[in-house]
């Protein structure tokens, strides 16, 4: 009798332990629907065991426990378990179907819901739904940010192309410019506030500079402009040198208006200086009328230490400005006086002569 007690406890023991296990390996990734429904099977050979230890026990204390074999002594165990699982099913998959229709993937909700009745669950199902074509396809930068070891969400993901969207609409892009560079985008890890620079400066380049400026980026750097929006779009040119050169081409287009040519080199030298449009609009304009001083006898300056003077500050060049001002000044003086003795002379003679 003892030993029919014995192997009744230990009947109901391994039903316990064969139940805790499905619950580990629902919370798993990684597992397959074989493993998970050979735990269920486990289980129910389990619970077969277990009602035919009791019946011997109960025989053998002479009929005192209940022998009626057609009444199913764990009908509520069964029961309880049946409702846990059922609302667990339901639970993940309306959880999933609401993501599933955030991510545009409604179409997987079939394999979704195979997937919640073989035992997976929420966290083990995307793990699957994420190996599948249709996600690939429809987040395609993931695996290669998730090679980097620079995984995102697809929450995240999606907000990336939120943003994207909201910008062609707020810069008056054309649409599709920037949604269709999002995996791109994405794969080398342009953050939405460097996207957003990027967009200011294309817009700003391709859309909204003056002519004069999209000349001088072509003249500067090759660039077109039909190829502007592509160039501030590449994210294997660095937000920073954009930034430069875009400026270099704002301050080389000043010059230009003055009729002062300068080289990118020296207008970047500008950029990283500080100068603004209006400094180099006003400074350009000192250059160009004080142009005659690069020409003539005697003290000259070049039209280097023109822009030194007045656009960097370079004290050796305004001194130098200065003396060629002076002497220009000097001998525009002494031509008068000439001029005025000369005239002094003839207007004497004549009176003289009357």
Known sequence: MADLAQEA?????NVQMLQRGLQSLQGAQGVSAEQMSGQRA??????VQLEAANR???AAAGGGGNTNTDVDPYAFEREQLRLAEEKRQKNAIAALSALM???GLDSLMGKIKSYVKDGYDADAVMALIRTTPEY???FPAMEALAKKGRAISEAAYIDFERTASGMERQ???PSGMLMGNV???LENEVSAAELNDRVLLAAASAYQAPQEVRDTFKEYYNVDSGGLTAYFLDPEVATPLLQKQYGAAVIGSEASRQSVQIESGLAEQLVNMGISQEQARSG??????RSSLTAGRGDVVTQQQLIGGELMGNEEAQAQIRRASAARAGRFQQGGQALTARTGVMGAGSAATR
Do not use: P, Q
């Open 101 to 103: 229709t955030e991510y």
């Open 9 to 13: 406890l230990n009947a109901w023991n």
């Open 171 to 173: 810069y008056g892009l």
């Open 183 to 185: 995996t791109n985008l």
């Open 284 to 289: 350009f304009g000192e250059v160009a009328r």
């Open 56 to 58: 011997a026990r109960d």
């Open 136 to 138: 690939k396809e429809r």
């Open 42 to 47: 486990a289980i129910d050979r389990a619970y």
